[in-house]
Nanobody, 115 residues
Framework: QVRLVESGGGLVQTGGSLRLSCAAS????????MGWYRQAPGKQRELVAT???????TYADFVKGRFTISRDNAKNTVDLQMNSLEPEDTAVYYC?????????WGQGTQVTVSS
């Protein structure tokens, strides 16, 4: 079993920045991909960014160079630095980790961007 604890969400004005963090504990030895997803009210959950164990990165098109994902394999953490935030970025952001035969989700952290 793996437990994920997210932090760093909050309220920010348009153009502001937030840094989300996710820490994994438990059976973390076989984690491959770590990532962030988001779900806005009335919309489906969508990928924001992922990073593999060898730090290969994938970003959604809407990120447009504003977000940066990073991870610390020794600490089993994954961060998402979000800059130039827009009201359209308002959503609950979820951390997800994947490995051979498993996926785990965090409980989500709210990000609200005011105009």
């Amino acid at each position: 079993q793996v437990r994920l604890v997210e932090s760093g969400g909050g309220l920010v004005q348009t153009g502001g920045s937030l840094r989300l963090s996710c820490a994994a504990s438990g059976s973390t030895f076989s984690i491959d991909v770590m990532g962030w997803y988001r779900q806005a009210p009335g919309k489906q959950r969508e990928l924001v960014a992922t990073i593999t164990s060898d730090r290969g990165r994938t970003y959604a098109d809407f990120v447009k160079g504003r977000f940066t994902i990073s991870r610390d394999n020794a600490k089993n953490t994954v961060d998402l630095q979000m800059n130039s935030l827009e009201p359209e970025d308002t959503a609950v952001y979820y951390c997800k980790i994947s490995g051979l035969g498993f996926n785990y989700w965090g409980q989500g952290t709210q990000v609200t961007v005011s105009s």
